[in-house]
């Protein structure tokens, strides 16, 4: 028997591969990445636009502002760290727990850049006379909480964090003599500490939220003991998704199939389209051809789509490698349409007819086998790819029962279709 195994390249952005801790699926945390990322400029922006434009256009306001490091440092020090952190984030190979937690860090220096920007001046400080009402601080807080999810907890210490940033600012300012401002304890509290414990209690509570949201997300993407980690692509009846067993952490590839393919005239699933995948993810797993793409299981969901679960290759198909490199050599097509033949000449003899034979269903890829005879490796393999929707099973349809015939499915690329099996009048 022949032994094979599918070179897969790790990505460096691979959360499985680094054991993340989430409870997000793998795209909801490269969405959350990009996300820090535009918030990170969009932060800058503001930031410019709010603490810094307002002081250049006027003789008298820009000597002032430029004339104290207290009236420009803090800003410019917040956009520079900005545009490092939207840089830094935009590297593909910043793992995302790493992200993830500058995130966290960047949502507490911004938060103490802003109280500074806000306060660090005594002669605007001692103009409030007390009251001070809310700093953008808070809406900062609440606005990153909810753009950039992240485990209620870590959102919680990490706002804790962040609202600190405007009593403690003040607190030093008062400590240091540095203003005449005198605050009494009492009023520090409620004006200072209490309004901002409010604005931690909104901002986790909408943590919670998105939080519980993305884990929603993840349940419902189990499927059996794999879990969906990307969609790798989709097509007229189903969707790719790279996938992860739970226990065996083995990488594997899993065909949806669209549950309206499958529907009866009252909107159930059938019980004919049943019986009917099973039979044919069943002969399916029992082809042994070295090209063939390995069956690994089977099953239906729980809206009624059925999925198959297959060995995840790396490479590209066939379709692609025209569109990308031009027409192949000879020599190499009559390569590789020997193993097509092969693949196609074993499901043919175990009842199974491919019905949709075009250049984006053979995949091609660095596939290592060795042979019991010989021991010799050859490189490089194709695969090809016989899923539900191009194969059918070769079950005599007049040796079944009325109850048990199924209609003639018309299916396959049209441009690959022979004529002679159009339906009529087409």
Known sequence: MNEHVTLVHPDARDPAARAISSGFPVDLLNQSAGRLRVLA??????????????????????????????????????????????????????PLPTAMNLGLAFEIASSYAIAAAEFADPMGLEMHSGFMGLSWVAVWVVLFTVVVPTAPRRALLAA?????????????????????????PAQFFFGLVFPYLLV??????????????????????????????????????????????????????????????ARDGRGAVS????????????????LRSPPTVELFDFGMAADGAFYYVMELLDGLDADSLLRRFGPTPPERAIYLLRQVCHSLSEAQSCGLVHR?????????????WISALSGRSTTP??????????????????????????EPIWTGAPTFMRPAVWPTGS
């Open 160 to 184: 804790l964090a962040s609202v600190s940033s405007v009593p403690v600012v003040i607190g030093l300012l008062i400590a240091s003599g540095t203003t005449s401002l005198r605050i009494a």
């Open 356 to 368: 949709d034979i075009k250049p984006a269903n053979i995949f091609i890829c660095r596939r290592c």
């Open 41 to 94: 400029l969009l932060y800058a922006f503001v930031f410019f636009m709010a603490g810094i434009f307002p002081a250049l256009p006027f003789p008298a306001d820009r000597a002032r502002f430029l004339g104290s490091f207290v009236q420009w440092g803090p800003s410019v020090i917040a956009i520079g760290v900005a545009l490092l952190v939207a840089s830094v984030i935009r590297s593909p190979r910043l």
């Open 381 to 406: 393999r194709i695969r090809t790819r016989c899923t539900r929707g191009s194969t059918r099973s070769k079950v005599r349809r007049r040796s079944l029962p009325p109850s048990r015939r199924w």
């Open 271 to 286: 019980e004919e389209a049943v019986r009917r995948f099973e039979r044919e993810a069943q002969v399916i797993a029992r």
């Open 200 to 261: 931690v209690g909104m901002a986790y509570v909408g943590a919670r939220v998105v939080y519980y949201l993305g884990t929603e997300v993840k349940r419902a993407r189990e499927l059996g003991s794999y879990r969906l980690e990307e969609k790798l692509g989709e097509g007229g009846m189903g969707e790719v998704w790279r996938a992860r067993h739970r226990m065996l952490a083995r990488p594997a590839a899993i065909k949806l199939i669209r549950p309206s393919f």
